[in-house]
């Protein structure tokens, strides 16, 4: 299992139209391994790329519908997400985002989520599979 890191360098750094990306190796993940674990929290933004195992979702851990709290299982947010089967694992790429003042809860794919009523400093979302092919989104 293993994790890359994508992240586009500076508007300056760039040729042409579409920034440049670079990517590095990082941490391997689990069921249990959310972005926090990870040290992810402020990388708003920064995507990263994951290998979940074949496994059993944990539906305790997960909270929000997209965006989710970053204490959530990266991998059990991507089934309830629908971009991976826990029975198969696969390939998710999500995207660091800010906190928000509150998180719904939502049930997909067989999960349900949690509810958050109050501010959280943390969350991710779960990108399609073909976000590390796509450009990365123009700042407003």
Known sequence: MSMLVVSS???WAAAGNEPLRRIRPAAAVDWQTSP???D???MNGERYAFACPPG???PSRVTGNGPYTDDS???SAAVHAGVIHAKEGGDVTIEIRPGASGYVGSERNYIRSRDYPGLWSGSFVVLPPDAL???APKPP
């Open 56 to 58: 059993k979702p944990q």
């Open 133 to 135: 092919n796509a450009p």
């Open 36 to 38: 926090l674990d990870l």
């Open 9 to 11: 360098l500076p508007a």
């Open 73 to 75: 299982s990266i991998c």
């Open 40 to 42: 992810l929290r402020g």
